[in-house]
Structure formats: C-alpha cells, structure tokens
C-alpha cells in the first residue's frame, strides 16, 4: 500500500489555477478545479516544459511552450502535439493539508 506524502497547504493552490510544488524531490503540479485538488507530474511528456507555467482552462491544463493539452483528472494528453500522458496521482485532503500518493 503506498504512503500518503503531505504536500501543501490547501490554501496555496488557488481556485481555478496551478502551482508547482516539489514532493519528495519530484516536480507536481497541483489544480484546483470546482473545489476538488488533483496532482499530475509537472513536466510535460512532450518536451522540457513545466505545466505550472501553463493556463488552465477548466479540466485541461495547456502547455506553455506548444501549447499541447491534457486532462488534468486522469493526465490524458487532449491535443496535439501530445502523445503520452502525463501521470497522474490520487489526491486526498485531511487538516486543510494536500496529500498525495506517488506509488
Ligand atoms: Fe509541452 Fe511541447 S513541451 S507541448
């Protein structure tokens, strides 16, 4: 069973926007979309881009450098150019604290 790692205070993941947040020495990004958090890998699969750097429209988060897109539910890529999905990580909010299992 993997572990549930805190991430971030709840509070500093804005409504309707994405952070950058280092977990465990990896880059995540996090969305707050209708009230609900969800967390994917913050680099693009595409190219050396990072996500949090990207505009959120709804559930899909577009990449700033060539503006592919993906759903940030379930990290599927939605738009060309992408091909591979980015991960995506379960997300649980206890004590007004983010945390996130990475397997
Ligand atoms: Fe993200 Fe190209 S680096 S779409």
């Not at 991430?7 to 996090?30: F, K, Q, W």
């Amino acid at each position: 069973e993997p572990s549930w790692i805190d991430a971030t205070d709840e509070d500093s993941v804005p409504d309707d926007d994405v952070v950058g947040v280092l977990v465990a020495g990896r880059d995540i990004a996090l969305y707050k979309v209708e009230g609900s958090v969800y967390a994917t890998d913050n680099i693009c699969t595409h190219g050396h881009a990072r996500l949090c750097d990207g505009f959120l429209d709804g559930y899909e988060i577009e990449c700033p450098l060539h503006q592919g897109k993906f759903d940030v539910r379930d990290g599927k890529g939605t738009c060309a150019p992408i091909t591979e999905d980015v991960r995506s990580y379960p997300v649980r909010i206890e004590g007004g604290r983010v945390f996130l299992q990475l397997g």
